[in-house]
């Protein structure tokens, strides 16, 4: 690709707090052509708050497949482009990655500009193992599937975190309490960097009569992480889903493929998985 053409800054921006923003990332925003926002209007504040009159041109989940393709021929053509998103960094659950997949395909090149992130800021303050996690993104929007998505993660070793919004978490934590124990250590983060900052590290149980009680813990936006399962607990059974996945497997493959599909889609050690394995096949031969 010629060196010619212009170069896409993903551009990370304060996640409440607008003096949490690098120096770097304020001159990259003054100094691009074109800065794609996912909200115009939102961006606009933050932009003005730092004196910045770029023209902005607006890439959201609806329009970006088609944005993206004029971005990149504006890139070819020379012109600076930044990426931002509402808050925080792009493509952390939010849009962009059709942009920045189409970008780097074409051999232009794409420069993180790294900066506020509420997944990273919630677990640095949250008290749980952060050595190994994952990040679920937001939940799933209905209970039955909600329902799935705790189970599927019941016995999960490591840390695990997702995004839940204000109008959801009452629900949210409600379906968690049915699928895991009561005893579950959690963090609810809310309203990061924000004047009504909230980070309550407690039990599941607690955390679900705190946000029952309180409505101010009902109100902003959330990170949600859960410490991951104890070893003892993992190694004892597996769940209906994870049984369910197995079982599936095994009518169309031999136990030794069965198990080590099941191990990749859920994560369950293998010596769990193939004495269910096991015990399934004398079963059906009893």
């Known amino acids: 690709m010629s060196s010619e ?14 003096a949490d923003i690098s120096f770097r990332a304020v001159e990259i925003l003054k100094q691009v052509d074109l800065i794609a ?9 933050l932009l003005q708050h730092y004196g ?15 944005a993206s393709a ?16 509402d808050a925080g960094t792009p493509l952390l659950s939010d849009p962009g990655m059709p942009l920045v997949k189409m970008v780097k395909d ?23 193992p952060v050595t190994q996690f994952v990040f679920e993104g937001f939940s799933p929007r209905t209970s039955s ?33 049915e699928i895991l124990p009561l005893d579950r250590q959690i963090v609810i983060a809310r309203e990061l960097t924000k004047l009504h900052e909230t980070i309550v590290k407690t039990s599941l149980g607690e955390a679900l009569k705190l946000v029952e009680d309180d409505a101010n813990m009902r109100k902003g936006e959330f990170v949600v992480i859960v410490d991951g399962a104890a070893i ?34 859920t994560g369950v ?10 015990d399934m096949e004398k079963a059906k031969e009893a």
């Open 70 to 85: 004029g971005l990149l021929e504006k890139l070819r053509e020379g012109l600076s482009i930044a990426l931002v998103s």
């Open 52 to 66: 910045i009159s770029n023209k902005l041109i607006s890439l959201h989940q609806h329009n970006e497949d088609k």
């Open 145 to 177: 599937a909600r329902k799935a998505f705790f189970s599927e993660r019941l016995l999960c070793p490591i840390t695990w975190v997702f995004y839940e919004s204000s109008h959801r978490i009452l629900a949210s934590l409600k379906d968690m309490a």
């Open 269 to 278: 050690r293998k010596k769990l998985l193939y004495q269910a394995a096991l």
């Open 106 to 128: 074409a051999g232009v090149d794409v420069v993180p500009v790294p900066g506020a992130c509420a997944l990273i800021a919630a677990l640095s303050a949250a008290g749980l």
């Open 5 to 18: 053409c212009g170069k896409l800054y993903v551009v990370a921006t304060p996640i409440g707090n607008l």
């Open 37 to 45: 926002a996912e909200d115009t209007r939102h961006v606009k504040m």
């Open 232 to 265: 003892d607990k993992k190694e004892q059974i597996i769940t209906p889903e994870q049984e369910k996945i197995l079982r599936v497997l095994l009518g169309e493959c031999s136990i030794k493929t069965a198990v080590a599909l099941a191990v990749e889609i």
